[in-house]
């Protein structure tokens, strides 16, 4: 069997894999996108750590946050949608009308 | 089967098909009456607290969801946030918001059936669904006005920087329940002091998680540096969410913070285990938070903006007595957020009330307000010099309460820091109220709220002023539900 | 572990190397042509229309958006029917409630008109 600490590692790889696209990328669904990798990313060490410690909590906990998901990117995409038909772009860079 | 005691999830399961019956009536009325879905929100949030006065005390689902005194008042914060956000909506919904008045009531409420779960959630499943649960309907809201610029970018930042703070947040949670074993908040307390007491270290994991935690509760609350998203939400936001998010969702992450860290993860605050101290982290953060936000809030010309800078200083002052971690840490938190309560919600309405008539949150435009609507210039006045924290008002004695909080635990520094700041915030609160009084401008415009608003603004004021002179029966209160956590 | 993996590795291997040598069998033996029915995307299929870069109507995002929520409480059903004979008439009751509030948000979609194609 995989030992633990590679489902780990490859977790963390996901989850930096995420965060470095949502600073990094200009556009809005490739940002999107990436939150639900570092989502999967904890996910998968969710479950890792409920079949190596054999405590079944963890795959409640999955499902929930898979169902938490969709309806996060479902706002998502809407608002997405909404602010293309808005400004006819979705570059992060554009929306900066309030500045301090 | 003692636990068994569904009664208790009487209220929230009551305020849930409410939002649905919402939902169903704005179908059902085709926008003829356009106040009476407000009303009926309203209403359902006084039942939902009459319920939650007779169905209270007891634990279900094996201590999943349990209605403690902790719970109890900060369920008493959000359906006050909720009531007051509703009722100074309602100006807002008949003029700028014809299409989809059901679903602005509605996810109003679902989003406090969010805060109340969370708020009884010991457990870290519950508490991340209450999480999500409180902020997915926040995101549609701050973006509600569709066709507006600002509405619409807030409401697009909340949710990029929302749904960021969340995934961090459940990869701390994750690395929690792999370092414990369970979710479940006083199993993992017992796990982790065992495990500690057994190698008398633990490794780097527990400080990635707190870290973690810390930055996913952070955002939520605007703590610096996770605050930058704040300011640009709560100025495009339409302005009673604007306060739906200042009061309840902070007190929903202030809630959330209690329940991980001053539970879970109280054995880490203490000077011994100094690596691992969050306590020391929190306060930095506090310091950071006060600093900076009553700083930039001096240069605000939008009140809005102000208002939210205001506000990251606020939760700053909040973290004082959070990192406190004793029963007089907790109670003055909860006493601090009551207060809070009334008085940002108090000046928030005023500022909803003056954009519609004016289309203008500039603090200039205010200039002159005494002498066409006296009443709410002196109202203004209240909210404001309590956010300062001026005798007798409410916040004064929140402000104390807090201070002496965390020079009993011995954070001095940090409480001269807050007392500093204080000292600076008053500058720009009293700079309203020089421009309301005192400007040479002649004065244009007067203000008519609705029946609605005026009663928000009525309980405001009484509110700040009764438990600012009698703080006893609140202060007790908070003091009872701090005692859940057996320090 | 070696042997667990072995087949693997020479799958891999004996599909590359066939892989490799059909692509070089046909540069080296095969006839070239070119431009006529050679250049379009699809040479012995339908002729394209236009630009694949097009607008797609919002109407079809509508539909997928809703289909996400849809589709993802399923998920919840998987667990409650392998259990179910365990759960007995609790759970069937939950599972009920669970879908009567699904069903509510199907009749508001259905109430609000989202589903209309026009």
Redesign the interface.
């Known amino acids: 069997m995989v030992p633990m600490p590679h489902y780990l590692i490859l977790s963390a790889l996901l989850f930096a894999i995420g965060a470095a696209g949502v600073i990094l990328s200009r556009n809005l669904l490739i940002m999107f996108m990436s939150i639900e990798v570092m989502l999967n990313a904890a996910n998968l060490a969710i479950i890792t750590f409920s079949r190596f410690l054999n405590v079944m909590d963890g795959h409640v906990f999955v499902f929930l946050v898979m169902a938490i998901a969709a309806a996060e990117a479902a706002v998502g995409l809407a608002m997405i949608i909404t602010i293309f038909r808005n400004r006819g772009t979705i570059d992060a860079d554009k929306f900066n009308l309030m500045k301090w | 089967m003692t636990d068994q005691n569904w009664s208790i999830l009487i209220p929230e399961i009551f305020l849930f098909i409410w939002a649905?019956f919402i939902?169903?009536l704005d179908?059902g009325i085709k926008r003829k009456n356009p106040k009476i879905l407000g009303y009926s929100a309203m209403a359902g949030l006084t039942i939902t607290g009459i319920l939650l006065a007779i169905f209270n005390g007891g634990i279900l689902f094996k201590g999943m969801f349990q209605s403690d005194q902790l719970a109890i008042f900060f369920k008493v914060i959000f359906i006050g946030s909720a009531f007051m956000a509703v009722g100074s909506s309602f100006d807002i919904a008949s003029e700028k918001i014809r299409h989809h008045r059901g679903e602005y009531y509605g996810l109003i409420l679902f989003s406090t059936v969010g805060m109340m779960f969370l708020s009884s959630a010991s457990e870290?499943?519950t508490l991340?669904?209450g999480m999500?649960l409180t902020t997915?309907p926040l995101?549609?809201l701050a973006?509600f006005y569709?066709?507006d610029?600002?509405s619409?970018?807030?409401?697009?930042?909340y949710?990029?920087v929302g749904?960021?703070s969340?995934?961090?947040l459940?990869?701390g949670?994750?690395?929690l329940?792999?370092l414990t074993?369970?979710?479940d908040i006083v199993t993992m307390k017992i796990n982790l002091s065992l495990v500690f007491l057994s190698y008398g270290k633990i490794g780097p994991g527990l400080i990635l998680a707190m870290i973690m935690v810390i930055a996913g509760i952070g955002f939520k609350l605007a703590l610096v540096p996770f605050h930058m998203w704040a300011?640009?939400v709560y100025?495009?936001a339409p302005t009673p969410i604007t306060a739906f998010l200042s009061v309840g969702s902070k007190a929903a992450g202030v809630v959330a913070f209690a329940r991980i860290f001053v539970n879970g993860l109280i054995a880490f605050a203490s000077d011994v285990m100094k690596p691992l101290d969050w306590g020391i982290i929190v306060a930095i953060l506090a310091a950071a938070a006060m600093i900076l936000g009553n700083i930039?809030a001096l240069r605000?010309r939008n009140i809005k903006?102000m208002l939210a800078y205001s506000s990251i200083a606020q939760i700053g002052y909040v973290m004082v007595g959070m990192v406190a971690a004793s029963e007089l840490g907790i109670a003055s938190v909860g006493y601090y957020m009551f207060i809070y309560l009334f008085a940002n919600m108090g000046a928030f309405t005023i500022a909803t009330i003056f954009n519609d008539k004016t289309g203008s949150d500039g603090i200039i435009s205010y200039s002159g307000l005494s002498k066409t609507s006296p009443i709410f210039a002196a109202y203004m006045s209240i909210f404001l010099l309590s956010l300062a924290g001026i005798p007798p008002l409410g916040g004064f004695a929140a402000k104390y309460l807090v201070f002496a909080a965390g020079i009993q635990a011995g954070y001095t520094w940090l409480v001269i820091v807050a007392l500093l700041t204080s000292v600076v915030s008053l500058y720009y609160y009293a700079n309203i109220i020089k421009t309301m009084y005192f400007s040479a401008e002649e004065p244009t415009i007067k203000i008519h709220p609705s029946f609605p608003a005026n009663l928000v603004l009525l309980i405001s004021v009484i509110g700040i002023i009764l438990f600012g002179i009698f703080p006893g029966p609140i202060l007790d209160w908070a003091l009872e539900s701090a005692k859940i956590f057996a320090f | 572990m070696f042997n667990t993996f072995f087949p693997i590795l020479v799958l891999i291997v004996l599909a590359t190397i066939i892989a490799i040598a059909m692509a070089t069998v046909s540069v080296i033996f095969g006839r070239r042509t070119k431009g006529g029915a050679k250049g379009e995307p699809y040479e012995s299929g339908i002729k394209p229309v236009g630009d694949t870069k097009e607008r797609i109507p919002v109407k079809f995002y509508l539909i997928a958006i809703l289909f996400i929520i849809f589709d993802i409480e399923v998920v919840f059903l998987y667990p409650w029917a392998v259990i179910y004979n365990k759960l007995g008439m609790f759970g069937f009751v939950e599972m009920l409630v669970f879908v009567v509030i699904l069903m509510v948000g199907y009749f508001y979609i259905l109430g609000k008109g989202a589903l209309k194609w026009d």
């Open positions: 649905l939902f169903g179908l870290l499943i991340y669904i999500e997915i995101y549609v973006a569709k066709d610029k600002l619409v970018e807030a409401g697009l930042k949710l990029i749904a960021f969340s995934a961090i459940l990869y949670l994750s690395l329940y792999g074993g369970t979710t300011p640009d100025q495009g930039t605000q903006r």
